[in-house]
């Protein structure tokens, strides 16, 4: 028979047992809300945030001076005013245009650029092939082959200027033994050029052969291997087959070199530290960016100087177009 007295009441813990476990639940689903609230903030804006040093840095020291310069070019301004423009719109290009040191400076970088850049390649291309097969030590010879890129240009630029002494250099002393009189490397036309080709060479050598030595480890050894059954030699492996696959690792390289042989300044400028910016006694080696130095610097025609660096600029750009043009007919030929 059922008993007809009340059910015991539930103690006050038990009353709030439900309540607060209810609580309890409710705050840990808002915190979970709001870590996944975070996580998905710092999922979209993360990125933003690391690269915005690159663009803030960018703006700053990149853009803004472009752009600065294009405004000056179309000034006379000079530098010990900067803040006194007179505008006279595209009369500091039309100047260069009729300006002879402008397109001797032009030429000679043209022809330093070729002396320099394509015995270079060629030799870098040469290097590569030799350390992409296992040698003893091969890790000492790619630390060596970049050494000479590790060096400052004005470190560099000095020692080969006392290699290249007309009296004294050691340059001179090696051909006197070959029975050739000393030649005079500062003051002659291709020979100041030619030596001042030799310091890029030096210093950029080793850095172009590592870029196509990781190009050649990344090549199948399927290719090598169905050469070699069919008996093609190891020199016929590299130019039917090594050459062909870094061609667009070469064609980078070629604009590469091409944009630092636009912008040469530090090796010219100090080879013949007693010319100064006018890169010897008839200009014989001054380059685009000594001719710049010396108008901004030198005779404190900031808007020359800044007309000077936008047709730099205007150089460079057609040669990224050509590199384009080029890449994209590899691209449809491969």
Same mark, same amino acid.
């Given at each position: 028979m059922a008993s007809d007295a009340p059910a015991a009441a539930p103690s006050k813990g038990e009353e709030g047992a439900a309540p607060r476990g209810q609580a309890d639940g409710v705050a840990d689903g808002r915190r979970r809300a709001r870590r996944?609230?975070?996580?998905?903030? #710092?999922?979209?804006?993360?990125?933003?945030?690391?690269?915005?040093?690159f663009f803030v840095f960018f703006l700053a020291f990149g853009l803004f001076p472009l752009l600065y310069t294009g405004w000056a070019s179309l000034h006379r301004v000079e530098l010990t005013a900067p803040t006194d423009m007179e505008w006279v719109g595209l009369r500091n290009f039309s100047r260069l245009l009729e300006d002879e040191f402008f397109w001797n400076a032009l030429k000679n970088t043209v022809t330093i650029g070729l002396i320099s850049t394509v015995p270079q390649l060629l030799i870098a291309l040469g290097i590569a092939h030799?350390?992409?097969?296992?040698?003893?030590g091969s890790m000492f010879f790619r630390v060596v082959a970049l050494t000479p890129y590790a060096t400052s240009v004005a470190a560099a630029t000095l020692v080969f200027v006392l290699l290249f002494g007309? #009296?004294?250099?050691?340059?001179?002393?090696?051909?006197?033994?070959?029975?050739? #009189?000393?030649?005079d490397w500062q003051n002659g036309e291709w020979t100041s050029q030619l030596a001042v080709s030799t310091i890029v060479i030096w210093r950029w050598t080793g850095y172009n052969a590592l870029i196509y030595l990781a190009a050649m480890q990344a090549i199948p050894h399927d290719l090598y291997e169905s050469a070699a059954l069919d008996g093609a030699s190891r020199l016929q492996q590299f130019i039917h087959v090594t050459v062909p696959s870094l061609r667009p690792t070469i064609l980078f390289t070629c604009v590469v070199s091409t944009i630092g042989a636009t912008q040469l300044?530090?090796?010219?400028?100090?080879?013949?530290?007693?010319?100064?910016?006018?890169?010897?006694? #008839?200009?014989?080696f001054q380059t685009l960016g000594l001719y710049l130095y010396e108008q901004g610097w030198v005779n404190l025609h900031l808007g020359r100087a800044s007309a000077i660096a936008w047709a730099m600029f205007l150089i460079l750009l057609v040669i990224g177009a050509v590199n384009w043009l080029l890449a994209r007919r590899l691209s449809k030929s491969a």
């Open positions: 996944s609230r975070r996580y998905r903030l #710092d999922v979209k804006w993360s990125p933003y945030a690391f690269v915005a040093p030799l350390l992409n097969y296992r040698l003893r007309r #009296d004294y250099g050691m340059i001179n002393w090696a051909l006197g033994l070959a029975g050739i #009189d000393n030649i300044f530090g090796e010219p400028l100090l080879f013949n530290g007693g010319a100064g910016a006018t890169g010897g006694a #008839d200009h014989q």
